[in-house]
């Protein structure tokens, strides 16, 4: 199939991204600003200016409706700016307080949702799959470990040919997860379990399954309880259908029969569930980044293995529903209508998130790559976010 980008949020075959972060210093009253660590540039008023410059310019150059940026440091003033449109019917400008969906970034809930139940002593990461759920082809021989690293070899349920032509005609339709896994368990496996490394969204969708067989609960109800409440996270939400609360962004896609560009906003994402289907907003992602990288829901060991991370592209390694690129820790997400970076460098305690309204790709690459690259590129120069674009196959 068409594949526009590399993402690790990607419906289409994703791969891996990474991302970038910024250091904000401030200026003492008469006084000159401390130097900025090696690497890093401080954000004044002409850093800023050109930060603004080089977002605009990424979304004139990959035709991006609308970008919500956010980057922090502790106890530092923030950059925070909202570019373009929301809605391009009506031209009503995006802000920074509008509910987004946010694609894999999911993932980092869900499979903290399992490290919990670890810290329980109710998963264990070496036992196979077959340990808590029937039905998986191989599952004795594949662990929680590899479904959460992206090691398990299973065949990826979005790439199918049949499931992309059934969702392009019918965006409304509700999936569930065992209709989704049967499509996965038509092919056989791309390898064997810890072979290598394959970025695969049938992974997650079992992590979800196995969060409900052990906890007793629907995902979502699990998610709100042990996740959002702890994290303070009042805008971010698992929904069980199309809903989004208001006020929110709209996205555009041109995943679609003719390849026209539409608004998905309203489409259904429970195709993605447990690895996409989360909606939240820039405030929310901001906590939620420090939250992942630091560990704050999970004991120390735990948050440890979830950093040793396997081999995935060149410089980049993923752990248990995470990233990590030269020290960039976090997740991406993509799908129909929208992309996000949510990213902590725990170095030097900063965060980046970025959400924008398309998933269309320019040359090859994720508009969330390009938006990250350029932000980078300024503020973080020795730590330049960059993925490689894959060609079209």
């Known amino acids: 199939m068409r594949q526009r980008g590399s993402s690790m949020g990607r419906y289409r075959t994703p791969t891996v991204l990474a991302a970038a972060s910024l250091l904000l210093t401030a200026l003492c009253a008469g006084q000159a600003p401390a130097a900025a660590p090696p690497g890093r540039v401080d954000i004044d008023p002409v ?3 050109q930060l603004d410059e080089a977002i605009t310019a990424a979304m004139r150059k990959a035709d991006i409706p ?5 980057l922090w440091i502790d106890g530092e003033d923030p950059y925070v700016r909202a570019f373009g449109t929301s809605d391009k019917a009506t031209g009503v400008p995006i802000k920074t307080d509008m509910h987004t969906r946010i694609g894999s970034v999911t993932k980092t809930f869900a499979i903290t949702g399992v490290l919990q139940l670890v810290d329980d002593g109710k998963v264990r990461l070496d036992a196979p799959i077959s340990t808590y759920l029937d039905g998986v082809p ?31 005609a019918d965006p409304p339709r509700s999936w569930t ?27 997650t969708i079992l992590l979800g399954l196995l969060v409900e067989k ?80 630091t560990g704050t829901l999970l004991t120390p060991a735990t948050q440890a293995q979830r950093l040793d991370v396997v081999d ?11 990233f990590n690129v030269q020290g960039w820790i976090g997740h991406n997400g993509s799908l129909p209508g929208y992309g996000s970076l949510v990213l902590y460098l ?19 690459q994720e508009p969330s790559t390009l938006v990250g690259e350029a932000i980078t590129k300024i503020v973080t120069p020795d730590r330049v976010y960059t993925l490689p674009a894959q060609q079209d196959s």
């Open 47 to 49: 850093v800023a200016e």
């Open 214 to 293: 052990v906890a007793g609960q629907p995902l979502h109800t699990y998610l709100e309880q042990n996740v959002f409440e702890p994290a303070g996270l009042d805008a971010t939400s698992l929904p069980t259908g199309a809903e989004i609360a208001s006020p929110f962004v709209h996205g555009y896609t041109n995943f679609t029969p003719d390849g026209a560009t539409v608004d998905a906003s309203t489409w259904n994402p429970s195709w993605g569930w447990a690895a996409g289907a989360m909606i939240s907003d820039l405030s929310d992602l901001r906590s939620w980044a420090k939250t992942l990288a």
């Open 138 to 168: 191989g599952g004795e021989r594949i662990t929680v470990r590899q479904l959460a690293d992206m090691r398990s070899g299973l065949y990826n349920y979005t790439e199918d040919p049949r499931w992309q032509a059934t969702f392009k």
């Open 312 to 322: 995935a592209l060149p410089g980049t390694g993923y752990g248990l529903g995470i």
């Open 177 to 203: 997860p065992q209709q989704l896994l049967d499509i996965a368990f038509k092919h056989p496996a791309n390898f064997p379990p810890g072979a290598r490394w394959e970025y695969s969204n049938t992974n």
């Open 346 to 364: 725990p170095e030097a305690k900063a965060t980046l998130v970025v959400l924008l309204n398309t998933d269309i790709g320019y040359q090859g």
């Open 66 to 70: 609308g970008v919500g940026v956010g």
